[in-house]
């Protein structure tokens, strides 16, 4: 299973950008799916997931309302619409699969991309 990111990229402040993630390799449509962000010397941290098998969404507290996780099974892609852009959002976001249907820690996926860039400007 290969996942592919992409959409990063620079922002300035209060403006928008959508990641996507492609699937290569499996179907991931019972999977679990989710973003996850590293900004420079801090830990790897949760941003939202999407079930496998109800497409119920979680997001981190940090993001709720400016955040959208979506994906589209007919086209193995996840996407992270985001709004409102701040600049303590700039981190390498990194697509992830679960393991099973769902997850929200780190632990729960299995397989990870090489991450997008995103920089928000102020």
């Known amino acids: 299973v290969r996942l592919v990111e992409s959409g990063g990229g620079l922002v300035q402040a209060g403006g928008s950008l959508r990641l996507s993630c492609a699937v290569f390799?499996?179907?991931?449509?019972?999977?679990?799916m989710g973003w996850f962000r590293q900004a420079p010397g801090r830990e790897r941290e949760f941003v939202a997931s999407i079930s496998g098998l109800t497409g119920a969404t979680d997001y981190a507290d940090s993001v709720k309302g400016r955040f959208s996780i979506s994906r589209d099974n007919a086209k193995d892609t996840l996407y992270l619409q985001m709004s409102s852009l701040k600049p303590d959002v700039t981190a390498i976001y990194f697509c992830?699969?679960?393991?099973?249907?769902?997850?929200?820690?780190?632990?729960?996926?299995?397989?990870w991309g090489q991450g997008t860039q995103v920089t928000v400007s102020s």
């Open positions: 992830t699969r679960a393991q099973s249907y769902s997850g929200t820690a780190a632990g729960d996926f299995n397989y």
């Open positions: 390799g499996s179907s991931s449509n019972l999977y679990g």
